[in-house]
Structures are given as structure tokens and as C-alpha cells.
């Protein structure tokens, strides 16, 4: 997903109407975007012609699907209900010169509206009263910056309730954005971090300044994607296994040469044989490795080795604690990652729901928590990850094709996102019209756990074409499903 960012920050209106900590906000707003991996435009003290052109260049360089943020500190008013944020350039003493000296926050708001983003964020730190009014003949219709409708995809978030004055920190940003500042890097959802910036302010200005968003996002959206901690815990040849040379002197490495052989008649009786004092015996980074030999090995259909994904927590009984996490988090771990290392393209999750419903055994979650962490790391966006512990709402879209009994899927929406992909034209005929085959509601929860890694525990499969949901409906051929954007 690219992520691009505008930000402007105006302090230097006229005498009297200078803003001390405009610049400054803006400036740390800007690094804090480009630590979450935002291409950022950033802009100090613009008249109202540069802001017109920032915005518009701004909105030609996003793109469908991605994601765009606007920061702006600085004054802001609503003149006969349109919002302006004004330029440099303005007239404090003249309502008209402020009209016409600012960026309309409707023109910015429809610019990334009509882009196509996925998720657009607006960040207003400027004051809800009119900075100007004692000025202004008090006949117009105006104030600090009024209510706005978010479009579709869009949160727009305030300093301030209406009418409130947006107050100085005490260092050198405003209360708003020191707070903003402080939970920017948090990994959580967008509407989460929001409700903690007004937690913070409401300790900090002892209720004087609530911030206010208005919002109407649909996916999911983080800021921070990333908590930045790498695969410590194991050594790089665990994280890195494709190299491995076997020394038949360690019983661990003999144990993994056999299950990495590609061969049942190898790989069944030395998952058979694989005991728990054996694990007790072995370093984590053995058993770490063991973990992903094994769930390859059951993805390779060996069947002793399936045994140990299926029935998990009764295998490992008699196994110490760090060395049963270990030999989890290497199962799990090879589910996502290759032999390199490196995020596959798509996971390895034919018993990713099983081995899924045993990580969530309260003994065992550390090690869906370290999976977890992980994922966040790769900087990736996923649809049963980093929130691990909330359901995820599908929506199903369908269709009745003529002849057709039942009706036909032509969507699968997770978060406004369609995760139903064609694999090959070749699937399609003439017109786009793929052929489909007989699939329950049950198989369709087994492939969205196989193929896009959400377990069966965690999906609200939803049909809101239909009244009824269908006892069984088409599934195109030849689409799969994504995974991660």
C-alpha cells in the first residue's frame, strides 16, 4: 500500500496573529509520518496560493487503493459554513481578504476523495473560535472551523470541540499535537490512537481542549505498522533454515536431515519418534527448527507429522515451556516465512486454522503473540493481524446467473477491501463470466483460513445481498484469496 503524506504548518501571519508553535508541530508531524513509512510534502509558512498548489499536486500523486494523510497546523475559520485554512498572506482585519487569501479544507477533502484511496486522514490542529472575529462584522455567518461530513474511507480529526481555543504545550508544540506526538508510533488502529490522544489531553488541559474526529473509515488503518523488533529470539540459521547441513554427531540436526527429506518413509517415523525428553534436550533453537520441519512436513501430507499440528497441546504435554513456545513459534513461523526468511507470497496455512486454535490456548499464546509481532514487523497489513484478538467481519457479494439454483459469490469484502482474486484470464470466458462450482458456507470459512490465513474462530461471514444466508452458493474457479496488501 503507498502511503503519501501532505503537511503545512503556518506561523507567520501578521504581527498579533503569529502562531509560536505551528512550525514545529508540523516539522515533528512529518517525521512521525515518515517513521510509518509515508512519502511526506512538507511545507512551512505557505501563502494561500502555495497551499492551493500543494493540495493539488498532492492530490494528482495519489493512487487507488493507497493511503493519504493531511497535517496542517495554523489558523482556521468557517466563513457562512465553509471552512478555510488560511494562508500567510491573510488580512487578519478582513473577513473577505481571509476568504480569498486560504485553502478551502472541502477542495483538500474532495482532492483525496477523488483519488481512490482506501484510507484518507485529515488532522486539523487549529483553534474551533475565530482567531479573527473581534475584527470581523459580526453580520457573516462565521466562526472557528465548523462540522464537516467525512466521505467515504475519510477520518477527520480536530484539535478542539467546536468554539474551543486550541492551547500551547509547554514545550515547543501545542497540546494537541504533544499528544498526537505521543501515541503516533503506537501499533493500533487509527480510531484507537485518536481516543488516546483525547484521553491525554483531557489529563493535560484538565478537560479544557476535547478533540473531536469525524469519521467514516471502513478498513482497518494503522499509522505504525511495525514495532520495529526484529526475530531475536532465534538465531539467524533458525530464521534462515534453507542453508542447514545436517552434523549426525547432534541428534537435533539428525531429527531435522529426516524431516526435511521431501520423503514419508523418512519424515513419518521421525516425527513418530520425536520425543518430549528429546525436545527437553535440545537447544530452542533446535526445537525452533523442528517446529518448521514438522509443519512442512505436514503440509507435504505426512501424516505423523499432521498429527503434531492437529493434536499439538496433547503432543506436548511433557515438553518444558520455552522449549514447547519454541518448537510453536517455529510451526507458525513457517507458515509465513520461507526458507529464507522472507514473507511469502502466500502462506503455507493448509492447517493454519488448527495450529491456530492451539496458539489460542492461554498457555500457548505467547507464541501467537510473537507470530504477531512478526507480522506487524514486516511492515505488511493483514487481515487477522497485528488485532489478534477481534473478529473480522467478511462480506459476501452475490448474484443470481440464469439457470442457476443457488446464487453465485462475486465478492469477498474485508475491511472495503475485495480480497477475491482471478488467478489467470484463462478462467474467464469471452465476457469476463467465470464458471463456478457447488461451495457451503463451511468451505468457504475452511479456504479463507487456508488461503488467507483467518482462522475459522475469527470470521462473521456476512451475505448482505440475501435475507437468508445459503445452505450453498457457487465459488468462481480459478479465483483465490488474498492474504495482504
Known amino acids: 500500500m503507498k502511503r503519501k503524506a501532505l503537511v503545512i504548518g503556518n506561523g507567520a501571519y501578521a504581527p498579533g496573529f503569529d502562531l509560536e508553535n505551528a512550525v514545529n508541530d508540523a516539522v515533528a508531524v512529518a517525521g512521525a509520518l515518515r517513521r510509518s513509512g509515508f512519502e511526506v510534502n512538507e511545507f512551512t509558512d505557505l501563502d494561500h496560493t502555495a497551499m492551493q498548489d500543494a493540495a493539488l499536486a498532492f492530490g494528482k500523486s495519489l493512487k487507488r487503493d493507497g493511503a493519504a494523510t493531511f497535517y496542517f497546523a495554523g489558523h482556521g475559520v468557517e466563513i457562512d459554513g465553509v471552512n478555510y485554512l488560511i494562508g500567510i498572506d491573510a488580512d487578519p482585519t478582513s473577513a473577505v481578504d481571509a476568504k480569498h487569501n486560504s485553502l478551502k479544507l472541502d477542495y483538500l477533502v474532495d482532492l483525496m476523495d477523488h483519488a481512490g484511496s482506501e484510507t484518507n486522514i485529515v488532522i486539523l490542529d487549529a483553534c474551533r473560535e475565530n482567531p479573527f472575529g473581534r475584527n470581523w462584522d459580526r453580520s457573516l455567518g462565521m466562526g472557528g472551523l465548523g462540522p464537516v461530513t467525512a ?25 494537541y499535537t504533544e499528544a498526537l506526538l505521543q501515541h503516533f508510533d503506537a501499533v493500533c488502529p487509527v480510531e484507537t490512537m485518536f481516543k488516546r490522544v483525547r484521553a491525554t489531553m483531557a489529563t493535560s488541559t484538565g478537560k479544557k481542549q476535547t478533540p473531536w474526529e469525524h469519521t467514516s473509515l471502513i478498513a482497518e488503518f494503522f499509522f505504525n505498522r511495525s514495532r520495529n523488533v526484529p526475530v531475536t529470539q532465534y538465531s539467524e540459521q533458525a530464521v534462515s533454515d534453507g542453508g542447514f547441513i545436517a552434523d549426525p554427531k547432534k541428534p537435533a540436526d539428525v531429527v531435522l536431515d529426516e524431516l526435511k527429506s521431501h520423503d514419508w518413509y523418512r519424515q513419518n517415523p521421525a516425527a513418530r519418534g520425536i520425543k518430549a525428553s528429546d525436545l527437553n534436550g535440545f537447544s530452542e533453537n533446535a526445537c525452533f527448527m523442528i517446529g518448521r520441519a514438522l509443519y512442512s512436513a505436514a503440509d507435504g501430507k505426512s501424516k505423523d507429522a499432521e498429527l503434531w499440528v492437529t493434536n499439538f497441546i496433547a503432543k506436548t504435554g511433557g515438553v518444558d515451556s520455552d522449549k514447547r513456545k519454541a518448537l510453536l513459534d517455529g510451526m507458525l513461523f513457517e507458515v509465513f516465512f520461507d526458507r529464507d526468511g522472507i514473507l511469502r507470497n502466500k502462506p503455507k496455512a493448509k492447517h493454519f486454522d488448527e495450529l491456530y486454535g492451539a496458539a489460542s490456548a492461554k498457555v500457548l499464546r505467547p507464541s501467537l503473540e510473537f507470530i504477531g509481532e512478526v507480522l506487524v514487523n514486516t ?17 459476501i457479494t452475490t448474484t443470481m446467473l440464469p439457470g442457476k439454483a443457488n446464487p453465485s459469490i462475486t465478492g469477498i469484502v474485508v475491511g472495503g477491501r475485495d480480497i477475491l482474486s482471478l488467478d489467470s484470464p484463462d478462467y474467464v470466458d469471452e465476457h469476463g463470466i467465470p464458471r463456478y462450482f457447488a461451495f457451503r458456507p463451511q468451505d468457504l470459512a475452511n479456504r479463507l483460513a487456508a488461503e488467507a490465513a483467518l482462522p475459522t474462530s475469527r470470521q462473521v461471514l456476512n451475505f448482505p445481498d440475501l435475507s437468508i444466508p445459503p445452505g450453498e452458493f457457487g465459488y468462481p474457479v480459478g479465483y483465490s484469496l488474498e492474504w495482504m496488501s
Open 151 to 175: 466521505p467515504r474511507g475519510t477520518l477527520i480529526a480536530f484539535a478542539t470541540s467546536p468554539g474551543e481555543k486550541a492551547m500551547n504545550g509547554t514545550g515547543k508544540h501545542g497540546r
Open 379 to 395: 511492515g505488511r497489513r493483514f487481515l487477522a493481524f497485528p488485532n489478534i484478538d477481534d473478529d473480522v467481519s467478511v462480506d
